[in-house]
């Protein structure tokens, strides 16, 4: 079991920054891919971006590409989300989540555990 707490989130301008944090505890962090999805108001819940176990290797959604960056620090059990020149079609509920899968994948049953959401609101 993994228990996922997600913060952060807040207003922002578009064009500004925001740096999303999930502290993870539980089994050992450093054995599960982590991940970001995000569902804006009306709209399904979509993938943003995951990240290796070994934080070597990262992928994202297109829409965010070259603007958010994931890292994680399994030392402290948690993954990060940096994002930049936000816009305001990036307001949503962002949440942390987790799988037990090697490879990449974006699509929510793949995923294990989920975080409550923190919410990401950008003001044009």
């Known amino acids: 079991q993994v228990q996922l707490v997600e913060s952060g989130g807040g207003l922002v301008q578009a064009g500004g920054s925001l740096r999303l944090s999930c502290a993870a505890s539980g089994r050992t962090f450093s054995s599960y891919r982590m991940g970001w999805f995000r569902q804006a108001p009306g709209k399904e819940r979509e993938f943003v971006a995951t990240i290796s176990r070994s934080g070597g290797t990262t992928y994202y959604a297109d829409s965010v590409k070259g603007r958010f960056t994931i890292s994680r620090d399994n030392a402290k059990n948690t993954v990060y989300l940096q994002m930049n020149s936000l816009k305001p079609e990036d307001t949503a509920v962002y949440y942390c989540?987790?799988?037990?899968?090697?490879?990449?994948?974006?699509?929510?049953?793949?995923?294990?555990?989920w975080g409550q959401g923190t919410q990401v609101t950008v003001s044009s």
């Open positions: 989540t987790a799988t037990t899968s090697i490879v990449v994948v974006t699509t929510i049953p793949r995923w294990d555990y």
